[in-house]
C-alpha cells in the first residue's frame, strides 16, 4: 500500500507501510528571494535512497520537486515576476529584480493516494497572479513508485510565462516541473522517449519522457504532451519538463490551461 497523509504541520507524506517516500512542504520558511512554494523533498526510492536536493550551495533557491517558472510577464510588463527564484535573466545577464512571486497554499486535502491543494500565486505587489487547483497522486509499481502531479491554472491578470533561453540565453530554458536531483544520480545516463541520448543533445529536445538512469537507481519524468527537456547530470543534476524552454506561454485574464506531469522512480 501506498497513501498521501497530511499531518497537522501543514505538511504532507507520502508512506508505504512504515516507511516515508516523501515530504511536501508548503514553501512559507523559504525566504522570500526563493519565490516561495510547495516543494517535495525528501524524495527517496524504495530501498531509502534520497534523489532529490534542497536548498544546494550553488543554487540556494533550488528546493526539491517543484513546479516553479522563472521569467513570467504580468500586464505585459516583462519578467515582472518569477517563481523559480535567485536573479532574472534580462538583457544579457542574470539580474537582481526583486520580484520574486510566492505560492501560497490555500487549502489542502488527502484522500487515500491523492493530494489535493488549493493554491495561490501571488505577485510582488500581493496581488493574485492565478490560482491553481494541483493534484497529486501516488501509485506502487512493480520495481518503485510513482508521483503524477496534475496542475490547473487560472490567470487573474495577463500572463506570460517563459524562461532564460526565451530572454536570451541559450540552453536555458528551464521552467515547469522542475526536480533538482541529489549526488546519487551524477553522471546517470539520459534516455529520451527510450533511446539512449547524451545530455547535451537531449537539452531543449522534445519528447514525451525523459529518464536520468544509474545501476541503482532511475527516475524517469513523463508529460502528457511532446514537451521540451532541460537537463543536466554533471557537475549537478537537474531534470526538468520545460514547456516555456523555446515559447513563452500567454495566458490571458480569465484564462485557463491544465498540465499533467509525472515522475516515475526504480530502484
Known amino acids: 500500500m501506498i497513501d498521501v497523509v497530511v ?3 501543514g505538511t504532507a507524506r507520502i508512506v508505504a ?16 528571494h526563493h519565490a516561495p512554494r510547495p516543494s517535495w523533498h525528501p524524495l527517496r526510492t524504495v530501498d ?3 534523489f532529490t ?3 544546494p550551495a550553488d543554487h540556494p533557491w533550488h528546493h526539491g520537486l517543484s ?16 517563481s523559480w527564484g535567485g536573479p532574472t535573466f534580462q538583457d544579457g545577464a542574470y539580474r537582481d529584480l526583486a520580484n520574486a512571486a510566492r505560492q501560497r497554499t490555500r487549502a489542502m486535502s488527502a484522500t ?14 500581493g496581488r493574485l497572479l492565478l490560482t491553481e487547483t494541483r493534484e497529486s497522486r501516488v501509485a506502487k509499481t512493480s520495481d518503485g ?4 502531479i496534475a496542475p490547473r491554472w487560472r490567470a487573474h491578470r495577463d500572463l506570460g510565462f517563459g524562461s532564460p533561453t526565451t530572454a536570451g540565453r541559450p540552453d536555458a530554458g528551464y521552467g515547469g516541473l522542475f526536480l533538482r536531483g541529489s549526488d546519487a544520480l551524477l553522471g546517470a545516463g539520459v534516455v529520451l522517449d527510450g533511446i539512449d541520448t547524451p545530455a547535451d543533445e537531449a537539452m531543449g529536445t522534445t519528447a514525451y519522457q525523459c529518464a536520468l538512469v544509474r545501476a541503482a537507481t532511475s527516475i524517469t519524468m513523463n508529460a502528457d504532451r511532446p514537451t521540451p527537456w532541460f537537463l543536466r547530470t554533471d557537475p549537478v543534476v537537474m531534470l ?3 514547456p516555456f524552454f523555446h515559447e513563452t506561454m500567454e495566458l490571458a485574464a480569465g484564462s485557463q490551461t491544465s498540465w499533467s506531469w509525472g515522475v516515475e522512480i526504480r530502484s
Open 53 to 55: 536536493e534542497d536548498g
Open 48 to 50: 531509502g535512497a534520497t
Open 17 to 32: 507501510g512504515d516507511r516515508v517516500l516523501g515530504v511536501r512542504r508548503s514553501g512559507e520558511e523559504m525566504p522570500p
Open 112 to 125: 487515500g493516494r491523492v493530494l489535493t491543494e488549493e493554491i495561490d500565486w501571488i505577485g510582488r505587489d
Open 67 to 82: 513546479i516553479a517558472v522563472a521569467n513570467v510577464a504580468v500586464d505585459g510588463h516583462r519578467d515582472a515576476a518569477t
Open 145 to 148: 513508485w510513482s508521483l503524477t
Open 240 to 242: 526538468c519538463a520545460a
Open 7 to 9: 499531518g497537522h504541520d
